[in-house]
């Protein structure tokens, strides 16, 4: 079974700076995908950022970024010039392909941006 | 326009009863997807169905019984409810074969029993 662990389960960052929340997971499988996604406080799963686990170059949305190291199988999420809206549970995901495109997830970081 | 709805999004009910919630997508997608978030807020997946087909059934109580009566909806019925039941659920959905197979998710469901 795939595990994905996320070891920071609060972090608070002050507005306008920057924070890596980290996500490392386990797998036998070579080709998959990796996403991040946002929970607020209104409940949404909102996706953040994806990443296939073939192509080598970081994802990047906007001010989101990640660092996917996939030797060492760790897939950390950077969000640049924090903002209040920011404010969330982020969970980091694993999807294998072939099965049912499920979903393993991990148990969550709560951050806090600061004004 | 709403991609992914569920009903109702809260629910109270008493131990022993039986409810459902639905489930809808317009995004055409041909998978959809049951989750339970617990009060420590862990997603874990208990269903999924591909144009109305079980592909993945996780361990689950046999309380909880999902119907795809077509690809767009997939309502979760749940028997005799018990306190552990109390989460938030949520309803997905993807396309396979889609760019990424991103799964796009509903508002959740709020279930407390009593």
């Known amino acids: 079974a795939q595990t994905v662990t996320q070891s920071q389960p609060e972090m608070s960052v002050q507005e306008a700076e920057t924070v890596t929340l980290s996500c490392t997971y386990d797998t036998s499988e070579n080709n998959y995908y990796l996403f991040w996604y946002k929970q607020p406080p209104s409940r949404q799963m909102i996706l953040v950022i994806r990443?296939?686990?073939?192509?080598?170059q970081n994802a990047t949305e906007n001010r989101f970024s990640v660092n996917f190291q996939k030797a060492a199988k760790s897939f950390s999420l950077k969000i640049s010039d924090s903002q209040l809206g920011d404010t969330a549970m982020y969970f980091c995901?694993?999807?294998?392909?072939?099965?049912?495109?499920?979903?393993?997830f991990g148990t969550g970081t709560s951050l806090t941006v600061i004004p | 326009d709403t991609a992914v709805s569920q009903t109702p999004k809260y629910l109270v009910t008493q131990m022993g009863n039986d409810k459902s919630i639905k489930c809808e997508q317009n995004?055409?997608?041909?998978?959809m997807y049951w989750y339970k978030q617990d009060s420590k807020k862990f997603l874990k997946i208990m269903f999924s169905y591909n144009n109305k087909e079980l592909i993945i059934n996780e361990t689950v109580p046999n309380r909880f019984s999902p119907k795809s009566p077509d690809k767009a909806h997939l309502n979760l019925h749940i028997n005799s409810l018990e306190l552990g039941d109390s989460a938030v659920y949520f309803c997905a959905s993807s396309q396979r074969g889609a760019n990424y197979n991103e799964q796009f998710f509903g508002p959740g469901t709020r279930l407390t029993v009593l």
């Open positions: 995004l055409g997608h041909d998978t």
């Open positions: 990443q296939e686990a073939y192509k080598q």
């Open positions: 995901a694993f999807m294998k392909l072939h099965t049912g495109n499920q979903f393993y």
